[in-house]
């Protein structure tokens, strides 16, 4: 065994000299037959087909009985450097592919080998119980020809038949943090046998306060261990992250961070906050809308908003954390099956649901932290296809829609719904306005503040809720930093 892990050092070794001369040198081709990021605009893949990437036979039979026979861009590039045994930090927009990025060659990894009990090969820690059904659901999908064992390990269901998995042996084990670090403290799992680390939805992860969880789990893991980290933004914090976790990780980027699917077409309509359910129906009335997510900020907005809109005949139901998990299940699977046609939800419950025909998202609320925003949208317009977004912003909105605005690089499309108008009637650029008719733009300085207002400000209340104005703000775009939905109940084990 000593000269087993000897070898295995020596070939590390050989690996991390052979990585290091590819990133210094620029070689134009890599083992994997990628070309260079820096000899390539963009970090453009060569790719044409999976056969490039030199998947098993088993795989490829299960990926042609999907359709799929062109990887994405960050598909193109994470695997290559997955198979290598190196640590990624992979980067892509939401809906573009990310976790068959890291499945498909987890499974490529994984296969052929034996898991222990209550000692998993494999770890992929997800922020919510739905995304990691989602995770699971890609190894059923493409692991169908292999034998790999997994197991889930979430909150909200009884433990007792994921500890009887455990038992078995698992290959690959998906979990939350709490879940996990509960049955850890029971005694019930071992993670010294760890060859692959997965931190998915990393940005999600430091959101939801789970950064320190993921600090003691990484302690409890070996060091020889492989580290994948995958996200749809990259905030500075999760750069530190990668710093810590990582061990000379290679970057893949597909996409800028924060930017939105080009394919996603994005309209504004400015209401007031009596108004917003009225627009919200016009809305729905005009749309062809097939399904839908509406986005609120709030759990009792959920339900409020969910409740309302059946009472108008439209076939809605709310979903957010502090629901059980079996009424998760059942409206998901209806909304899947076409039963349930708008989804109202949070989003910490919307977060790693995958369906790819979602014809629209409605923001009900413009969210509280800009990432947000980006992964709302990314709902629809998956898989290369089309979709449409709204979002309805009042007054007291517009410091978190700077924030928007200014994390994507660019303006949304003002839509007028006066008289019924459609969104291909509207250029594509805000409306004229008459600074001389606006209130003084307010100041991050409160004696400004107060000075602006005496001397050029309208009392709020005259203020005629459809009347079309928008603030400035003096902060940055970073100003819109809150989460727009309490931790789950169920996060906290």
Same mark, same amino acid.
């Given at each position: 065994?000593?000269?087993?892990?000897?070898?295995?050092?020596?070939?590390?070794?050989?690996?991390?000299?052979?990585?290091?001369?590819?990133?210094?040198?620029?070689?134009?081709?890599?083992?994997?037959?990628?070309?260079?990021?820096?000899?390539?605009?963009?970090?453009?893949?060569?790719?044409?087909?999976?056969?490039? /990437?030199?998947l098993s036979d088993n795989l490829m039979k299960a990926i042609d009985e999907c359709g799929y026979t062109e990887p994405t861009p960050i598909q193109a590039a994470a695997i290559p450097a997955v198979l290598m045994m190196?640590?990624?930090?992979?980067?892509?927009?939401?809906?573009?592919?990310?976790?068959?990025?890291?499945?498909?060659? !987890? +499974?490529?990894?994984?296969?052929?080998?034996?898991?222990?009990?209550?000692?998993?090969?494999?770890?992929?820690?997800?922020?919510?119980?739905? &995304?990691?059904?989602?995770?699971?659901?890609?190894?059923?999908?493409?692991? $169908?020809?292999?034998? /790999?064992?997994?197991? /889930?390990?979430?909150?909200?269901?009884?433990?007792?038949?994921?500890?009887?998995? &455990?038992?078995?042996?698992?290959?690959?084990?998906?979990?939350?943090?709490?879940?996990?670090?509960?049955?850890?403290?029971?005694?019930?799992?071992?993670?010294?046998?760890?060859?692959?680390?997965?931190?998915?939805?990393?940005?999600? !992860?430091?959101?939801?306060?789970?950064?320190?969880? +993921?600090?003691? @789990?990484?302690?409890?893991?070996?060091?020889?261990?492989?580290?994948?980290?995958?996200?749809?933004?990259?905030?500075?914090?999760?750069?530190?992250?990668?710093?810590?976790?990582?061990?000379?990780?290679?970057?893949?980027?597909?996409?800028?961070?924060?930017?939105?699917?080009?394919?996603?077409?994005?309209?504004?309509?400015?209401?007031?906050?009596?108004?917003? $359910?009225?627009?919200?129906?016009?809305?729905?009335?005009?749309?062809?809308?097939?399904?839908?997510?509406?986005?609120?900020?709030?759990?009792?907005?959920?339900?409020?908003?969910?409740?309302? &809109?059946?009472?108008?005949?439209?076939?809605?139901?709310?979903?957010?954390?502090?629901?059980?998990?079996?009424?998760?299940?059942?409206?998901?699977?209806?909304?899947?099956?076409?039963? @349930?046609?708008?989804?109202?939800?949070?989003?910490?419950?919307?977060?790693?649901?995958?369906?790819?025909?979602?014809?629209?998202?409605?923001?009900?609320?413009?969210?509280?932290?800009?990432?947000?925003?980006?992964?709302?949208?990314?709902?629809?317009?998956?898989?290369?296809? $089309?979709?449409?977004?709204?979002?309805?912003?009042?007054?007291?909105?517009?410091?978190?829609?700077?924030?928007?605005?200014?994390?994507?690089?660019?303006? @949304?499309?003002?839509?007028? /719904?006066?008289?019924?108008?459609?969104?291909?009637?509207?250029?594509?650029? $805000?409306?004229?306005?008459?600074?001389?008719?606006?209130?003084?733009?307010?100041?991050?300085?409160?004696?400004?503040?107060?000075?602006?207002?005496?001397?050029?400000?309208?009392?709020?209340?005259?203020?005629?809720?459809?009347?079309?104005?928008?603030?400035?703000?003096?902060?940055?775009?970073?100003?819109?930093?809150?989460?727009?939905?309490?931790?789950?109940?169920?996060?906290? @084990?």
């Amino acid at each position: 065994m000593a000269l087993f892990y000897r070898i295995a050092h020596i070939f590390r070794a050989f690996q991390v000299l052979y990585l290091l001369f590819d990133d210094i040198y620029n070689t134009e081709y890599s083992l994997f037959g990628i070309k260079n990021r820096a000899n390539t605009p963009e970090g453009e893949i060569l790719y044409m087909s999976f056969e490039a /990437l030199g998947l098993s036979d088993n795989l490829m039979k299960a990926i042609d009985e999907c359709g799929y026979t062109e990887p994405t861009p960050i598909q193109a590039a994470a695997i290559p450097a997955v198979l290598m045994m190196r640590d990624v930090v992979g980067l892509a927009q939401t809906g573009t592919g990310k976790t068959a990025g890291f499945t498909l060659p !987890m +499974i490529e990894i994984l296969d052929g080998g034996r898991a222990k009990a209550r000692m998993p090969r494999s770890l992929i820690l997800t922020p919510t119980r739905e &995304l990691a059904a989602q995770v699971a659901q890609n190894f059923d999908t493409y692991g $169908k020809y292999t034998n /790999l064992s997994k197991a /889930l390990l979430v909150g909200g269901v009884n433990m007792d038949p994921q500890i009887k998995a &455990l038992e078995r042996g698992v290959d690959v084990l998906i979990a939350t943090p709490g879940r996990l670090l509960d049955l850890f403290d029971r005694g019930n799992i071992l993670l010294s046998d760890i060859k692959i680390f997965v931190i998915d939805e990393a940005d999600r !992860m430091m959101d939801m306060g789970f950064i320190p969880d +993921i600090e003691k @789990i990484a302690s409890l893991l070996p060091f020889t261990r492989q580290t994948l980290l995958f996200s749809a933004t990259m905030a500075p914090e999760i750069k530190k992250l990668t710093e810590k976790f990582l061990s000379n990780p290679k970057e893949v980027s597909v996409a800028p961070p924060a930017t939105t699917a080009t394919n996603v077409e994005q309209f504004l309509v400015e209401t007031s906050p009596r108004d917003k $359910k009225k627009v919200l129906d016009k809305l729905l009335k005009q749309e062809d809308v097939k399904n839908a997510f509406i986005f609120c900020n709030r759990k009792r907005d959920v339900d409020d908003l969910a409740a309302w &809109l059946k009472g108008k005949g439209y076939k809605a139901e709310p979903m957010h954390g502090d629901m059980p998990q079996k009424t998760r299940t059942e409206t998901l699977a209806g909304f899947k099956s076409g039963e @349930i046609e708008l989804l109202v939800c949070s989003d910490v419950a919307a977060r790693g649901i995958d369906i790819d025909a979602v014809s629209h998202v409605f923001n009900y609320d413009v969210p509280m932290n800009a990432d947000d925003y980006v992964h709302r949208i990314g709902r629809t317009a998956r898989a290369g296809q $089309k979709g449409r977004a709204w979002m309805l912003s009042t007054d007291r909105d517009a410091k978190y829609l700077d924030a928007v605005e200014k994390r994507i690089k660019q303006d @949304i499309e003002r839509v007028l /719904l006066d008289g019924g108008s459609k969104p291909e009637d509207k250029k594509r650029s $805000k409306p004229k306005t008459d600074h001389s008719k606006d209130p003084a733009p307010r100041s991050s300085v409160r004696s400004d503040k107060r000075a602006d207002k005496s001397a050029n400000e309208k009392p709020k209340n005259d203020v005629s809720p459809k009347k079309k104005r928008r603030y400035q703000d003096d902060d940055d775009g970073d100003s819109g930093t809150g989460f727009g939905d309490d931790v789950p109940a169920f996060f906290k @084990i």
